[in-house]
């Protein structure tokens, strides 16, 4: 491996990690937030336990994405100087405001959980409600931040020069509002699956099925009300894409040369040698109307891209392929959910439907990743799209390559350690939230 | 261009408050490394409670202070990324360790063996921290960064290892462990323990004097004239003896028992230490080889960035500033009314 791949799979790693918490982070807050404001409107203590539980699980992961975060903050200077010498007072400015965020985020996290019994109880709950609000802000900012990469704006580039910089028309990039609404409908997606899914299991194996059912409700009604959003959100960007980077539409779409009427390619295994895709379902048309909303319509093809210039075909085609294909089946599950909510009752603690709750649950995740993948790998070998290419922008220190070796082995025993916690905050539930049978509430 | 004055008031006052906040943070860890294997576990608990709601935020006052440095001063964050990149993961894995380790240690459901591991990593990489946040100050000012180097020993390793950086980071923890055990002082119940964080204090500033003493040595090893910076210019001579003086009146009030004011007395010695540091060679704070410097006028980002990077700061601190006062408030002001202590959320 060498230090320009390493570098690459390093911040790769260090923001496929850090995605996951901040999900986490960004989302959970909500769930609680409702389920403590059931608490507080009913005074059943199931809502308080389920709140609190939570709360501990969610302190976890802020801790572990905060540290994750931080060390991006460091790893853009540590792996790509050259492009932060001139993007920092371009697109540095998301940034700043995102500190502002999330110093509002950790101080409301300071008196929500350390809050229980000592505040007003609306005031209590509010700043559960700004932990949130201001994560998902973070959540925006940072993203606005990535999609200038993807479409840069407010400066001027001649002869190697960076001019006229407006960091404001920077922020409000031409990518920022379709990016910011997939990654955010994405989050709740992702998190309201991975714990509804972690309660169905437990509401399967019969523990303590009144606590796992009211969280289980709670997160799937978001999870689902997501995942129904997310492919119209999809399309959204997948138009835009179409439009602004057509680099990256070719590469993810496998679509090697320019045509009318071009077809939308479904799985397949793109040959880039002999520019065809072997053993796929080609929709005639498709993808013409998929980028353009016209099933005539011409769709440039990788051929019209410079051979350097022309991203890795194969992992972005495989990382869209996913991501789409991970986005219809939690639809899909999303639709039987509510489904089985408002028409068919009896659906609703079936067996079943828990059972594909809990298969399903790290598929938001999994999409998340792969639709990462899509917008970093398709945007090579750019770094800012267009502009600077990505290893004109690396740090000229030799053996980086130890230091990939080095922060996968921290990322990995992070992982573990986190999922091993988190398995045993589930398994005292028992012990910590066990309701007197007398408080017992029919659901 | 008043408003890059904006701007470097507030990286100022953000590195202040890190060395400040984050240092007593750092410090509680370095002094429950250094406790009897029967008080440590009180200490825990009193740091637990005295830092645990603020930790969060803490931390936040780096993350100001970077993001600060790459929008503003983009020449001198990447400078230093490239030369300093190794003290620099080195402060990124302690930081790593110590923040998942504290939240690991008081969330884990489950009270065994696993707690012996964290609390060892949490004091282990408490000093790490500050040992590598002080090289690298101590590097940025040393003169020993050298951009144009060609060798990777020039480029990456002697630009921080040299006797006066690794001085400045034995210095820093040394100070953190002191300003941890003022801090603690007031935040304990009972009689026996504020006995022993007095001791605690003492010792550490003794430490810190020691170090002081080694920071001067190696200034003089090394050639980093940092006599010059210190007593060369009125308001040097004035911050420093004005810390003396604080010193000496802060020995005596501890004595007396005093609990709050000895915090102020401490966290003003530290920012007259700054002040006199920073005020000699302003704006230039970064040194390199041969005599060249990195300055936060010349080398700033474009007006209209440096305006909007103030504005940002401004109206971020209208929310932070009273939020953030009334946390620390609160829980300062509530313990001391209810007196009971409070069991984790
Ligand atoms: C729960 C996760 C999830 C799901 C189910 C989907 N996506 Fe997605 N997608 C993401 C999570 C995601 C993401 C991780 O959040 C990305 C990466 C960058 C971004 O803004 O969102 C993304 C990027 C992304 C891009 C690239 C945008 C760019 O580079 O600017 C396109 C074209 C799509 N998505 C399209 C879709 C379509 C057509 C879907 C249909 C089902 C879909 N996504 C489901
Ligand atoms: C959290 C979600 C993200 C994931 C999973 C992700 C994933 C990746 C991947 C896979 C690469 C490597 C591309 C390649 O080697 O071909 C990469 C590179 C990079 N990403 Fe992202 N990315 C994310 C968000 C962001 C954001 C928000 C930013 C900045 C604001 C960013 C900045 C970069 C930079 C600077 C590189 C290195 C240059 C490059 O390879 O283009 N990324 N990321
Ligand atoms: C798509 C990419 C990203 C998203 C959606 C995202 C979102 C978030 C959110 C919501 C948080 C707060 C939640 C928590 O603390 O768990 C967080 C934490 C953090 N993120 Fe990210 N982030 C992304 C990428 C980045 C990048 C590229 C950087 C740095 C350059 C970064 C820097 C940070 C920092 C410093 C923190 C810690 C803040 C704290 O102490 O609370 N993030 N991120």
């Known amino acids: 491996m060498d230090d320009f791949i390493a570098a690459r799979s390093q911040m790769a790693l260090s923001l496929g990690f850090h995605i996951v918490f901040s999900c986490i982070g960004m989302v959970m807050p909500f769930f609680m937030a409702v389920s403590h404001y059931y608490y507080l409107k009913t005074n059943q203590p199931v809502y308080r336990n389920v709140t609190k539980a939570w709360s501990k699980g969610v302190a976890i992961f802020f801790a572990t994405g905060a540290v994750s975060g931080t060390v991006l903050s460091f790893e853009l ?40 019994d000592r505040f007003n109880k609306w005031f209590h709950w509010f700043t559960g409600v700004v932990v949130g609000v201001s994560g998902l802000v973070s959540g925006i900012l940072v993203v606005a931040a990535n999609a200038w990469m993807n479409t840069p704006t407010g400066f001027t580039f001649a002869n190697g020069q960076y001019s006229d910089i407006d960091p404001i028309k920077a922020i409000f990039n031409p990518a920022w509002f379709s990016q910011s609404l997939h990654m955010s409908i994405a989050a709740f997606a992702a998190t309201g699956f991975a714990v509804a899914g972690i309660h169905a299991l437990m509401m399967l194996k019969r523990k303590n099925v009144v606590f796992h059912t009211k969280a289980f409700k709670i997160a799937a009604v978001f999870g689902a009300a997501a995942a129904i959003l997310q492919p119209l959100s999809g399309d959204i960007s997948a138009k835009f894409v179409a439009r602004t980077q057509p680099a990256k539409l070719a590469a993810m779409e496998a679509h090697f040369t320019t045509e009318k009427s071009a077809s939308l390619i479904i799985g397949g295994i793109p040959d880039e040698k002999n520019k065809e895709v072997n053993y796929a379902l080609k929709i005639p048309g498709g993808l013409s109307f998929l980028a353009n909303g016209d099933f005539k319509s011409e769709v440039k093809g990788l051929d019209s891209i410079p051979e350097e210039e022309r991203p890795p075909v194969a992992i972005s085609h495989y990382a869209f392929q996913i991501m789409v294909a991970l986005g219809m089946i939690m639809m899909g599950i999303a639709i039987m959910y509510f489904i089985a909510v408002i028409r068919k009752k009896q659906w609703r603690n079936s067996r079943w439907l ?90 | 261009m008043t408003m890059l ?3 470097m008031a507030f990286l100022w006052v953000a590195i ?24 440590q576990e009180r200490t825990r608990r009193t740091m637990y409670r005295a ?47 110590r923040g998942t380790a504290f939240t690991f240690r008081n969330y884990d459901a489950v009270t065994d063996e696993l707690q012996v591991v964290y609390n060892r990593i949490f004091m282990y990489a408490s000093c790490v921290t ?100 210190l007593f060369g210019n009125p308001v040097g001579i004035a911050a420093i003896a004005a810390a003396t003086v604080s010193l000496a009146l802060l020995w005596y009030l501890l004595s007396k028992g005093k609990k709050i004011i000895i915090r102020v007395l401490a966290g003003f010695q530290i920012t007259m230490i700054l002040l006199a540091i920073t005020y000699q060679h302003f704006p230039n704070i970064v040194l390199l080889k041969g005599g060249q410097y990195l300055s936060l006028t010349d080398g700033s980002a474009p007006e209209k960035t440096i305006y909007t990077l103030a504005m940002a700061l401004l109206i971020g601190s209208l929310f932070i500033l009273p939020a953030l006062f009334y946390l620390v408030y609160d829980f300062q002001h509530k313990k001391i009314v209810v007196g009971k202590p409070k069991k984790n959320a």
Not at chain 2, 163 to 179: E, K, N, R
């Open chain 1, 354 to 443: 828990l059972q594909l709750f809990v298969w399903a649950t790290p598929l938001g995740f999994i999409a998340v990743e792969a639709g990462w993948t899509v917008t970093e790998v398709g945007r090579q070998p750019w770094i800012i799209y267009g502009v600077m290419k990505t290893k004109d922008a690396v740090t000229p220190m030799p053996g980086i390559v130890y230091s990939f070796y080095l922060f996968s082995a921290v990322y990995l025993s992070l992982a573990l350690i986190v999922i091993f916690m988190l398995y045993r905050q589930i398994k005292m539930v028992d012990k910590l939230y066990d309701i007197p049978a007398g408080e017992q509430v029919k659901n």
């Open chain 2, 130 to 229: 500050p040992l590598f946040l002080g090289i690298i100050a101590g590097s940025a000012v040393s003169g020993k960064i050298d951009p144009l180097a060609e060798g990777y020993l020039d480029a990456y390793i002697f630009s921080w290892l040299n006797f006066f950086s690794v001085a400045v980071g034995l210095f820093t923890v040394s100070i953190c462990g002191f300003l941890a055990s003022i801090y603690l002082i007031g935040e304990t119940e009972n009689e026996q323990d504020v006995q022993r964080f007095k001791i605690k204090a003492r010792t550490t500033n003794i430490a810190a004097a020691v170090a002081g003493t080694f920071v001067f040595i190696a200034a003089k090893l090394d050639g980093v004239p940092l006599q010059e910076w």
């Open chain 1, 77 to 116: 200077g540590l792996l790509w100087p050259k492009f932060m010498l001139h993007a920092g007072p371009i697109f540095g400015l998301p940034f700043s405001l995102e500190g502002t965020a999330f110093f509002i985020e950790a101080i409301a996290l300071g008196f929500f959980l350390y809050g229980w």
């Open chain 2, 16 to 39: 202040l408050l890190y060395l400040l906040m984050g240092g007593a943070d750092f410090g509680a860890g370095i002094i429950e490394l250094f406790t009897t294997k029967k008080n």
């Open chain 2, 51 to 97: 830092i645990g709601p603020i930790w969060e935020a803490n931390h936040m006052w780096l993350i100001i202070v970077i993001v600060i440095l790459f929008v503003g001063f983009p020449t001198i964050y990447t400078t230093m990324s490239v030369n300093l990149h190794i003290p620099l993961v080195g402060m990124l894995l302690g930081i790593i360790a």
């Open chain 2, 5 to 7: 004055y904006v701007v």
